[in-house]
């Protein structure tokens, strides 16, 4: 299939115009020509480890923009995908058990406010089952105990606790905890502060379920579809192990 016709029923399924301003979503690498595509990769982020080992005709959909000029022909799905009803966001909320009642940003379309009913312990154990991770960061964890407590969640993937007003619209929307990834220092003094309780799961965890859900839609053009695992991309070292 044609580059420019694969890109055509993306734009469709996925419009470019819903992506926030100045946001670089659409196409990178080489001089955009008539290129045929034999397969697609779908994948987090662009590394170039992965771009020297991709194969000729083959697509490269990723979620963020690559940081340097890829040479493999690499389309990019970005703030599009997490605004979109059934994107990344809602993928996050459906893997957690949740549901959506609505928009958390109401200006961009990013993030969801959600309900879920379990005990706060629970709620805790579900996430690295759900998620597949070992790790994840915790500021003013809930007294709330009770059986099928209702809790009113916001959820945002990706970068959503390294700004710092989205924290304060989750104040201000009297949600019970947030969850995102990107905590800073800055972000869980101010949560502490303000009395409300943040989940970091991680930029990359917290995006995982709307990459798989991508994939699923990619895969439906009719074109040999991969889907690339990556992880973190850093190590936690124990001092012991040194």
């Avoid at 044609?2 to 993306?10: A, G, P, S, V, Y």
């Avoid at 579900?126 to 500021?139: A, Q, S, W």
């Avoid at 993937?157 to 949600?175: H, M, P, R, T, W």
């Avoid at 994939?215 to 850093?234: A, F, M, R, V």
Wanted: glycine share 6%; with cysteine.
């Amino acid at each position: 299939m044609k580059l420019k016709e694969i890109i055509k029923k993306i734009d469709v399924m996925i419009p470019k115009e819903l992506g926030i301003e100045n946001d670089n979503i659409g196409y990178f690498g080489p001089k955009f020509e008539d290129i045929d595509i034999k397969n697609i990769k779908v994948i987090m982020d662009l590394t170039i480890e992965e771009d020297n080992n991709s194969q000729k005709n083959e697509l490269i959909i990723s979620h963020h923009p690559p940081l340097f000029n890829p040479k493999t022909p690499t389309y990019v799905i970005h703030s599009n995908w997490d605004i979109i009803n059934g994107g990344a966001n809602d993928e996050l909320a459906k893997k957690l058990n949740l549901n959506v009642l609505e928009v958390f940003d109401k200006e961009t379309g990013i993030g969801r406010i959600c309900e879920g009913s379990f005990n706060f312990k629970d709620f805790l154990d579900i996430i690295p089952k759900k998620l597949n991770i070992d790790y994840f960061r915790v500021v003013n964890p809930l007294n709330k105990q009770e059986n099928n407590e209702k809790l009113k969640i916001a959820i945002i993937s990706g970068f959503g606790l390294s700004n710092i007003d989205y924290i304060k619209l989750a104040k201000k929307n009297k949600v019970d905890i947030l969850i995102s990834g990107d905590l800073t220092h800055k972000g869980a003094i101010l949560s502490k502060n303000l009395g409300i309780c943040i989940v970091d799961i991680s930029h990359y965890a917290s995006e995982v379920p709307g990459l798989e859900e991508l994939y699923d839609i990619i895969s439906k053009i009719g074109i040999e579809t991969k889907l690339i695992h990556q992880e973190i991309p850093w190590k936690y070292i124990n001092s012991i192990d040194l």
